[in-house]
Structure formats: structure tokens, C-alpha cells
């Protein structure tokens, strides 16, 4: 005979753990509901559901603040790591064997998709990118391979398939960037200290804004649907230029497109829009259908949450810079941050932007420790 349980948690709760409701379990309070597994909990989250507390991972957790990375970095060259399957795999999980995050990031980079329409890159030996060449004419921007992308890409799915078979009950979580940003980074060739050839490029010939921008978001949902064919359970992109934008312009440069892409993601997995500096622009945010936001570390969580429609959810935003402080900061900043958003269903914890190269390992494991024990 099965006994009533009597769940303090809403009955949604109990349905998704259906090995709940068994016979010869007396009534059960909070502390004795299974531990979901951690992909378990970040996708809870990234639907809005309950958890008992956040999931955390951090963008940019594979990477130079490792030593096993720097490692890795003296025997094969940063395209090495990202285009060898085994090895970008490998990078993935470093992160993983040292931290409890609940999610792994494929290790990659936003501009393997310049390289897989055609134009290539390179990364410097000083540090910093470079692309082969710049784009600066329409037979330039004719010339990108929509259709070639897939096949010239396929590294990337394969290192998903290998990382998903060895992360075991972690999510893995695909990414690309925004047309948006990754128009920024094919204009002016690399990194710069000002992003002014894709505004010029926006006001000044808009049919030839609108025609790159178009071919990079075909590009970039066909290569989003690549990676969650190859088992991300989630993907993230990363508008991390947005913020160079006016508020009137965003719409038209960069949500328009992002939101082109998640409608052609159809809702296979949850997405999670990362855009620097443009919380101005809320609507236009909600509006490209991301399931989560990613807010960076200048932004008021409290009030995000409360400006924000129920069902979408709040990633973020420790300051990266603590990261070089001490685990006693980064413990009370962390502890401030989940007291914020407290209750507040669908909050996926991580840093306002990514791990920095001077990040001490100290501090990524309090602020890890601080999640898990928080209550
Ligand atoms: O989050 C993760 O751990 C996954 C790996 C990842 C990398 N790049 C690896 C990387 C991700 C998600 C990115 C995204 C990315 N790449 C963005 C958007 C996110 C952001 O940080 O704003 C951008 C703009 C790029 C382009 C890029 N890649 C630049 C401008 C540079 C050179 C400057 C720099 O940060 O080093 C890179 C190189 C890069 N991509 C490194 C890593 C670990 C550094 C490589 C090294 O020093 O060995």
C-alpha cells in the first residue's frame, strides 16, 4: 500500500522526480528529497523550476588561469587545442576534474565560424587574434561559405561527442557568438580597443550590413544546430560586443538576428543570450526568446529580477576581478549575489563576464563552495 506523501515542495516538484512517489517512504521533508544530478539542476533552472539552490559554472572556466592549460599551451598552439578533437576535449574537462561545477563548456572560440565560412585566423603568439585577412568589400562578404560550414566544423561536434560520453551526469553546454559580434571581429581582423568598422558599416551601407549579418546568422544556427546534434544540452551565445551599440540601435544591429536564430532553434535546448553593457535594452533581450540572460557584473540583480517576465531566467554576475582578491571576498560577494535573487526560480550562477588569466584557483574553489553550501 502506498502512503500519502505529504511533499512540502509544489506537486511539480514531485512529478519530476517521479521515483518520489513509492511506497514505504514516510512523509519527507525538504532535506531528504534526492539530490537531483547536476544537469538535472541546471536545466531546472534554465526552465524557471525550482532548485534547491543555483547551478554554477563560469564562463571562460577552461583556460589560462589553469596551470594544467598552460601546460597543454607549451606542446600544441591555441588552433591545436581548439581543432583537435581529443585535445579540446581534454581542456573541457580540466576545469571539470578540479571544480563541482555543474556544467561543462565546450572549449572552442567564437571565431572557429569566420574560420568555417573562410576566413581564417590565427592566434598570436604575444596573445590576441588575428584574422587572415579582413573583410572590406561585398566580394568579400560573397565569398563566405554558408554551405561549407558544417563539414569544415565538424571538429567541434566530435569533441562535443567525445566531452559528452566523459562529463557524465554534468550538462554540457554548447556556444557561438552573435552575429553581432562575431561581424565585429571579421571587419576589424581581431581584438581592438575600439569597434568602429561594423558601426560604420551598419550607418553607412545597411544592404551590406544586413547581407553579411544575414549569412553569419544563417551560419551560426546551423552551427548551433551541429553542436545540440552532438549532444549539448544547452548553448549559450555570447553577444559580448553588444554593448558598444547605442540603446536605439541595438535592436536592428543585434537582438533582431539573435532572435532570428533561437526561433530556428525551435526550442531543441535551452538558450542562454550573454549581452554585455545593453541592459538598457530589456524588451528587445526578452524579446529574441532566450530562455536565460546572462547579465554582466554592473547590473543590479535585484532589480533584474524584478524587471524580468517570470519564465525567463537570470545567469550571472559576480565581478571577474574578485576572482584575484581572496576567498573571504569572494565568499561574501558570492553569498550577496545568492541572497539576491533568493526564491527567485531559474537563477544559473557564474561571473558577470569570464574567468581572468590572473584568476587564483583559491578563489574559483570558495566561490564554488559557497554555492553548493547555500541554503
Ligand atoms: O568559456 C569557456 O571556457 C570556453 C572557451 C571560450 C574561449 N573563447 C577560449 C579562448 C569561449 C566561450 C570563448 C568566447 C570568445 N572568444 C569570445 C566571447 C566571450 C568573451 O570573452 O567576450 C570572444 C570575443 C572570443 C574571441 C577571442 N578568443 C579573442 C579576442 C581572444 C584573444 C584575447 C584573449 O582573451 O586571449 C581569444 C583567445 C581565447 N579564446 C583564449 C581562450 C582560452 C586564450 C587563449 C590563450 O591565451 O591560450
Known sequence: MSKTIKSPRPAARTARHPSLITSHQSPITNHQLPVPSPRQRFLDAAHCKPTARPPVWLMRQAGRALPEYRALKQKYTFLQLVQTPELASEVTLQPMRRFDFDAAIIFSDILVVAEGLGQGYQFRDEGGIEMDFLLKSAADVDRLNVAALPERLNYVGQAL?????????????GFAGSPWTLANFMLEGGGVKEYTKAKALFYSDRPLFFKLIEKLSLAIANFLHLQIDAGADAVQIFDSLGGVLSDADFEAASARWMKQIITSLQNRVPVIVFSKGTHGNWN??????AQILGVDWTINLAETRARLPEHVGVQGNLDPFLLATTPEVVAQETRRILHEMKGRPGHIFNLGHGVPPNAKLENIESLVNTVKDFK
Do not use: E, I
Request: charged share 25%.
Open 284 to 289: 528587445s533581450l526578452v524579446d529574441t526568446g
Open 161 to 173: 561527442r567525445l566531452t559528452k560520453a566523459a562529463v557524465g551526469d554534468k550538462a554540457l553546454l
